[in-house]
């Protein structure tokens, strides 16, 4: 198994790449599969969340972009912004990481919080795609994301 303990903070070519779901992001210590299928054991330091298009350098050398996996998510629509700002409010009450974009919040889906949304007057769309909610408010993130390309498997 290939040990990874470092995420690099320059971009470098990548020769591997890891698709992690937005909650196996957060975990700092994991095993995983590259997408070649090689077993992978993370060990960064803890509080590591990583994002779609970090690198990380294993211990053979190689480096591994980490992509953001397709997920079951909900897109909240409005071309009202006190609409969209009342329904990322209750989100965030609510503790749950969010995606922003120009007319639009993303959650991992959940149909209590569905309804809330739709209450709110909001239109959902259902969909499966990479989730990259909002780095926290004392989370450092210092790159944009790659934009997310389409994997199968």
């Known amino acids: 198994m290939v040990r990874i303990h470092q995420r690099l903070q320059t971009p470098a070519p990548a020769e591997a790449v890891l698709i992690l779901s937005f909650d196996q992001r957060q975990k700092s210590r994991q095993r995983a599969r590259l997408e070649s299928g090689e077993e992978v054991g993370l060990n960064l330091p803890h509080g590591t969340?990583?994002?779609?298009?970090?690198?990380?350098?294993?211990?053979?050398?190689?480096?591994?972009?980490?992509l953001a996996a397709a997920e079951p998510v909900s897109t909240a629509a409005s071309v009202d912004p006190i609409e969209l700002a009342r329904a990322a409010y209750h989100l965030g009450n609510r503790h749950v990481a969010v995606q922003i974009g120009a007319g639009w919040l993303r959650y991992l889906r959940d149909h209590v919080l569905d309804g809330m949304v739709r209450a709110l007057g909001?239109?959902?769309?259902?969909e499966i795609i990479p989730f990259e909610p909002e780095a926290g408010a004392y989370q450092?993130?210092?790159?944009?994301p790659s934009?997310?390309?389409?994997?199968?498997g």
Do not use: F, K
């Open 122 to 126: 909001l239109t959902l769309t259902q």
């Open 140 to 144: 450092s993130h210092t790159h944009t």
């Open 49 to 66: 969340v990583l994002r779609g298009g970090d690198r990380l350098r294993a211990d053979d050398g190689r480096v591994i972009e980490v």
């Open 147 to 152: 934009v997310p390309r389409s994997h199968h």
